[in-house]
């Protein structure tokens, strides 16, 4: 995703220094270029021989060695994306307030492309007045910062400051260098995974969605600039990062969950596969297996998109999904119209090989008015969301 993306590290000298050569590395497996530029102190907690191996090149040095008569203009005009990691107070003071004392500081105000900082420091040191007015000021300049992570930092205490997963870094440079931010100021609102509707204490009905197309969703929402909140089903995929997110368990919760979310919603994904029925009574004790039969009467469960239907904004733009194994494009259309939905998304689950737990998907995306707009061939399912979303946020 981020071949031939040009991508410039710059470390200065925290203790999280090291960790910065596992992005590197991720950064060259994606097959980005990378040029790193260290500080003189970034030197004290990790060799520059390190990032040289990785990268491919010569890392870039306070004292002005490498080839290049004008290093830090000509390392300005190069890069795509400039990224500080760890961000220091120090480095962080310099760049808000136009300090060029080195390399790295005099290559930031040189720079005008996005640049992302990773700040990492004692807490302290980083919910100080002084510290936060300059993260202020560089958001201000249009520079991104990524927050850092609560945990046990190199003092021995616990707290924020904490160096970020590496993945965080490189979603946030995905987000920022590939991605067009067409859900810029979007609220985004995306269901995912299945429901359980219990029948006693240890058993319930469900049924086989991953959530895996959903959080792609809102992974995908997230990248493109939208505000996104995610409300899933139980899954055994990791929390999203990046974006607030729910927990429920029933259909029920999932309804009230979205309907709380609704009114402020600019764009709601609807991909969760939301039980149809529920046991019409939950027995408070495991049902034991003395009969040979047992009846189990089930009831409907609230149909959550038809619900939303009646509250839906003209400005509102609904996306259902339909897993069909026949008859597709017709109940698609049908759903269309009985769910009031701008768009929505079709794959056929009886191919084995796409859909349900799959990490791969093949979908036809229709329109309101239910005529086929895209077929999206067999491909990643994070590659399908960014072509669902492109498609759907161009059209306006």
């Avoid at 596969?273 to 408070?284: G, L, M, S, T, W």
Wanted: glycine share 6%; hydrophobic share 40%.
């Amino acid at each position: 995703m981020l071949r031939r993306v040009k991508v410039l590290i710059g470390v200065s000298g925290g203790i999280a220094a090291y960790k910065v050569v596992s992005l590197v590395s991720s950064l060259v497996q994606e097959e980005a270029e990378v040029r790193v530029v260290m500080t003189k102190n970034a030197r004290e907690f990790v060799a520059p021989l390190s990032f040289s191996t990785l990268s491919k090149h010569a890392v870039f040095l306070d004292d002005f060695s490498n080839v290049g008569t004008i290093p830090h203009l000509d390392l300005a005009r190069w890069a795509d994306v400039f990224v500080i990691a760890p961000a220091t107070a120090n480095i962080i003071g310099k760049c808000a307030n136009g300090i060029g004392d080195d390399l790295l500081s005099t290559i930031f105000l040189a720079y005008d492309g996005p640049t992302i900082f990773i700040p990492s420091m004692n807490s302290k040191m980083y919910e100080r007045a002084t510290t936060q007015k300059n993260l202020s000021i560089l958001e201000d300049m249009g520079c991104f910062i990524v927050e850092p992570d609560i945990g046990r930092l190199a003092s021995g205490e616990v707290g924020v400051g904490r160096y970020p997963d590496n993945e965080v870094i490189l979603n946030e440079i995905r987000r920022i260098v590939v991605y067009k931010p067409l859900l810029r100021g979007k609220r985004v609102l995306v269901t995912a995974g299945p429901t359980r509707e219990f029948i006693d204490p240890v058993r319930f009905i469900t049924n086989r969605s991953s959530g895996k197309m959903g959080y792609e969703m809102a992974r995908t929402a997230y990248m493109m600039g939208g505000n996104v909140k995610l409300i899933t089903g139980i899954t055994h995929l990791p929390a999203p990062r990046g974006m607030e997110w729910k927990r429920v368990v029933t259909a029920e919760e999932m309804f009230n969950a979205v309907r709380e979310e609704i009114e402020k919603t600019n764009l709601l994904i609807m991909t969760a596969a939301v039980a149809d029925y529920r046991p019409k009574e939950i027995q408070k004790q495991k049902i034991k297996k003395d009969e040979e039969h047992i009846i189990l009467t089930l009831e409907k469960t609230k149909d959550i998109l038809k619900e939303l239907k009646a509250v839906k904004k003209d400005s509102q733009i609904f996306i259902g999904f339909a897993a069909e194994t026949e008859e597709h494009i017709e109940n698609a259309r049908k759903k269309i119209v009985e769910k009031g939905l701008d768009y929505i998304v079709l794959n056929d689950v009886s191919k084995e090989e796409i859909g349900f737990e799959s990490d791969e998907n093949e979908v036809v995306l229709l329109d309101k008015r239910g005529e086929m707009i895209a077929h999206i061939p067999r491909k990643q399912k994070i590659r399908v969301a960014k072509e669902i979303l492109e498609i759907i946020s161009e059209r306006g």
